[in-house]
C-alpha cells in the first residue's frame, strides 16, 4: 500500500506477518506405581484428563501437552511355611535347610517388579539308640519282642517332625 506523508511524499509501509500455531500433543507414557510428570504433579493411578499449556517461542500461541498415563503396579507375595528337615520353594527350585527370611524377585506380567518372600521356619528330625539284653522276651514301646535284633519306632517329637527309636 501507498500512503502520503505529512509533507506529501509517498510512504511505503510493508508488513511482515508470522502466522504462529499452537501444537497439541499427547505425552503417552506407561509407569510403575507412580509416575511424576511436568506439572510436578506424582500419579498413583492412570489418568487421561490432565493437560499443560505451555506457550510458544514467540508467546502468542499456546501449545497443549495432553496426558495418556498408564500405571502399572507391582506385586508381592508373602508365604509363612513350617516344615522339618528341608523345604523345596518351588518359586526357585532350591531346597532350603535353614530357616530365614529368602526373597526373590522377577517381573510381573505389567513389566513391573514382583517380590516372592518366604518365611521359612525349619525344624528338626530326632532319633535315639537304646541297647538292651534281656532274657526270653522284651517290652518295648507298646510291642513284646522274642528274638534278637534290630527294631525301629517312629512317633513325633516336639516339633512336629519325625522321632526314630532304634532298639
Known sequence: SQFQSQ???????????????????????????????????????????DSVVLPTALGVCDSTIYLHLTINNSSSTYTPITECDSYVWSVTGDTMQ????????????????????????????????????????????????NSSGIYTHTSTNVAGCDHIDTL
Do not use: K, M, Q
Not at 506529501?8 to 509407569?31: E, F, M, R
Not at 510436578?40 to 484428563?49: D, E, I, K, V
Open 7 to 49: 509533507h506529501g511524499c509517498d510512504s511505503l509501509i510493508i508488513l511482515n506477518l508470522i502466522i504462529d500455531h499452537p501444537d497439541n500433543i499427547v505425552d503417552s507414557i506407561v509407569a510403575c506405581d507412580s509416575h511424576t510428570w511436568i506439572n510436578g504433579l506424582t500419579y498413583n493411578t492412570s489418568n487421561n484428563t
Open 98 to 145: 535353614a530357616t530365614g527370611l529368602y526373597i526373590d524377585t522377577s517381573t510381573n506380567a505389567s513389566g513391573c517388579l514382583h517380590i516372592d518372600s518366604l518365611d521359612l521356619t525349619i525344624n528338626s528330625s530326632s532319633s535315639g539308640a537304646t541297647a538292651h539284653t534281656a532274657c526270653d522276651s522284651y517290652s518295648w514301646n507298646g510291642s513284646t519282642y
